[in-house]
């Protein structure tokens, strides 16, 4: 989705922190949503967040909303090998979740 | 855990042929997706159903795909005739309500189309 951006790839260190990010577009979004997809797979729902909150954290997830410009983060930390896929950020628009290109994770160990 | 249920996991087929998908949403789930999902993309909405209705086909390839959810519980997905650019991974996710609010995946359908 072209209004949905974010890098392609990330490399870390197994045990260090990854920061995920995403610019989005639609400023009336209700929810912004991460997503997560191992090779071959489905897409699994990692975690969203609520418009009106700045911050939400779930165990080894952080994720930070600044509404103002439009950006969204996802943060692991004590990233392991098993976190190695490829994460989409998605906002809600009409209804419909527009989502992202992906963002390549790669632990290294 | 309560899943979104998708067959074949993989089909191969020719060119010009009829291609099918089944999904199977969550229980209670009155919306269901179909996306599509081009190598090295993002997922893209083919169309949207409530209950047995549709509420959003506009990005779906009307002259080739077809889609259906009958009783408003499982849906098909359909291609017919297959071209080479249809080869994707096609993905169904349900919603307990219209509004995008946590859809959850299934595993999809990797099609190719040779």
């Known amino acids: 989705g072209e209004d949905v951006e974010q890098s392609l790839f990330l490399s870390v260190r197994e045990g260090d922190s990854s920061v995920i990010n995403c610019t989005y577009t639609d400023s009336s979004s209700t929810y912004l949503y991460w997503y997560k997809q191992e090779p071959g797979a489905g897409l699994q729902l990692l975690t969203y967040i609520f418009s009106n909150m700045d911050m939400k954290q779930d165990q080894r997830l952080t994720v930070l909303l600044n509404k103002k410009d439009k950006h969204l983060s996802l943060r692991i930390a004590d990233t392991q090998t098993g976190d190695s896929a490829i994460y989409f950020c998605a906002e809600t628009q009409g209804g419909k979740l527009i989502f992202g290109q992906g963002t390549e994770l790669s632990v290294k160990p | 855990e309560a899943e979104v249920a998708q067959s074949p996991r993989y089909k191969i087929t020719e060119k010009s042929q009829a291609v099918a998908f089944w999904c199977d949403p969550i229980s209670g789930h009155a919306t269901l997706y179909w996306y599509r999902q081009i190598l090295g993309q993002g997922p893209e909405l083919l169309v949207q159903f409530q209950d047995e209705s549709v509420v959003d086909d506009s990005q779906l390839p009307k002259d080739r795909f077809s889609a259906e959810r009958l009783k408003g519980v499982d849906s098909t997905l359909k291609i017919q005739p297959a071209e080479l650019g249809d080869s994707a991974m096609y993905l169904c996710?349900?919603?307990?309500?219209?509004?995008?609010?946590?859809?959850?995946f299934g595993q999809g359908t990797r099609l190719t189309v040779v």
């Open positions: 996710a349900s919603s307990l309500e219209g509004t995008g609010f946590r859809a959850f």
